[in-house]
């Protein structure tokens, strides 16, 4: 089946009635979360984990994938209108969203952001249907010392890429693989890191470890805080359309955004943060008038949301195809599939394919919803800025422990969510990077797996690694990332250093 027939077929499965709830409740749950700061999707996913043991697996990931996009919709309006990130993807939008807000333009702006969101997620969905059968089909010829390679070629770029502290974020890697590890041997039945505790010979519970780490630590991190500072302006329907000559400055930088978008979004460890900044770097260097900028420039804002929603949907590429996440939320994607039973990767094409053509075909779907709903709800969304926080945490916890407490019954887990919470917040403070955990705790397991198949086959000898072309051209450009964060850091260092003599 071609990409385009599996894409036909797709449609006829993601329009089915229950598939169309779950993906209409994912959307908008999305935008809501993007909305509000400080919750992300993320969270979010972490708090619906648990919902999706009660759903078929195909209502569940379109749910999830719902929120994700979704988010990516709404990280931009208060951002916008209070120059404070729903997202981080949305953070370089304030740069000329918030001035053209200033300037009695708010609508204008959330207009443009939301049909390069648009145009951005239709160039990544034409992306995935291009790429991820060639891949998938190019993949199945990869062995277990190219599966383990890539892996762990992944896992460094994401904790050094863009990164301010690589070192930092290669220990949280290396933590989340020492908590995949937990739990009892598959092969030869012995319990790793246990300590004793029963609860803990199946591992660590996914939900409860991501819940702590982005649910309870984001309560923690901001229950300081008192009210929202600023008065979200109220945005009328007909303030939303732009004038003939912004609608022309709209199509080619979200047509460049949305193309860089789709090729960072589909390299694992990238991501759609690093694509954003990216577009709006290059739109500023192309341009006639960078003077603009900055002062409510509208390319400023198609530019980079173009890209963060095409990098969010092109990057289901590498899970999908590969079964390797591209970023954390990723791997809490890669995590609820594993839930259900099916396994990401070249296999799933011909194992699973109505549930792999009818998830791509619901982003488009979804997306569409997006911008039917979003344009005529948008009061709404803007009104969604005055919950207080004093409401929105308490209701965050009591779902944490509603949902951690229904996986298991035990009441093991709901002690793990707190302390998790505890530490991750922690871990925060000290700069270091929890997302990147949860990134080496879902892959590890994976990568032991293939790492020990390929060493059986190799009766041993670990370089097979070496040996196999492609397979040492990941661990080559695994330690070449590693090298030019030294080298990074070393400079860094000695800049420092010669700015601090008198």
């Not at 979004?265 to 900044?277: D, N, Q, R, V």
């Amino acid at each position: 089946m071609s990409g385009w027939d599996g894409f036909l077929h797709g449609l006829s499965l993601a329009a089915q009635p229950d598939v169309l709830i779950y993906c209409m409740f994912g959307v908008l749950l999305g935008t809501f979360v993007g909305v509000l700061p400080g919750i992300g999707a993320m969270a979010t996913i972490s708090l619906l984990l648990p919902i999706t043991y009660y759903l078929s697996p195909e209502a569940a990931l379109v749910m999830l994938a719902g929120v994700y996009y979704g988010s990516q919709y709404g990280g931009a309006v208060a951002s916008i209108l209070l120059r404070l990130p729903g997202t981080p993807q949305s953070a370089v939008t304030t740069l000329d969203g918030y001035p053209l807000a200033q300037q009695g333009r708010a609508g204008v702006a959330l207009f443009t952001s939301m049909i390069s969101s648009f145009s951005g997620s239709m160039i990544g969905i034409f992306v995935l249907i291009v790429l991820s059968g060639a891949l998938a089909r190019a993949a199945i010829a990869f062995g277990a010392a190219e599966y383990a390679a890539m892996m762990i070629l992944g896992l460094v770029a994401a904790s050094t890429i863009g990164a301010q502290y690589p070192a930092k974020g290669l220990a949280m890697v290396v933590l989340g693989l020492i908590l995949g590890c937990v739990g009892t041997d598959v092969n030869s039945g012995v319990q790793r890191f246990t300590f004793g505790q029963t609860e803990l010979m199946d591992g660590v519970n996914l939900v409860a470890l991501a819940m702590g780490l982005f649910g309870v630590a984001e309560v923690i991190a901001n229950i300081h805080v008192a009210e929202r500072t600023g008065v979200p302006p109220r945005v009328a329907l007909r303030e939303l359309l732009p004038s003939r000559s912004e609608l022309r400055r709209i199509p080619f930088p979200a047509l460049r955004g949305a193309s860089l978008g789709s090729f960072f979004g589909a390299l694992p460890g990238t991501g759609s943060t690093i694509s954003s900044f990216l577009a709006y770097a290059a739109e500023r260097r192309i341009s006639r008038h960078p003077e603009r900028f900055g002062t409510g420039a509208i390319e400023g804002i198609a530019g980079p949301e173009a890209a963060n929603n095409a990098a969010a949907i092109s990057a289901f590429v590498p899970t999908l195809a590969l079964g390797i996440p591209g970023d954390p939320i990723m791997a809490l994607m890669l995590g609820a599939l594993v839930i259900h039973g099916v396994q990401p990767g070249p296999l799933m094409l011909e194992a699973r394919p109505d549930m792999f053509w009818g998830l791509i075909a619901s982003f488009g779907i979804g997306n569409l919803l997006l911008l039917i709903l979003n344009l005529p709800l948008i009061g709404i969304w803007v009104s969604m800025l005055r919950i207080p926080f004093r409401w929105l945490y308490p209701a965050i916890l009591i779902f944490v422990c509603l949902g951690v407490y229904s996986v298991r019954g035990s009441s093991f887990d709901m002690f793990a969510v707190a302390l998790i919470g505890v530490i991750g917040y922690a871990l925060s403070l000290a700069r270091f990077n929890p997302a990147l955990l949860l990134l080496g705790f879902v892959l590890g397991p994976l990568i032991e797996t293939n790492l020990r198949r390929a060493l059986l086959i190799a009766r041993g000898d670990p370089m097979i690694f070496l040996q196999r072309p492609l397979a040492a051209a990941f661990m080559v450009a695994a330690g070449g990332l590693i090298m030019m964060s030294l080298v990074q850091v070393i400079r860094r260092r000695s800049r420092s250093a010669v700015e601090t003599l008198p």
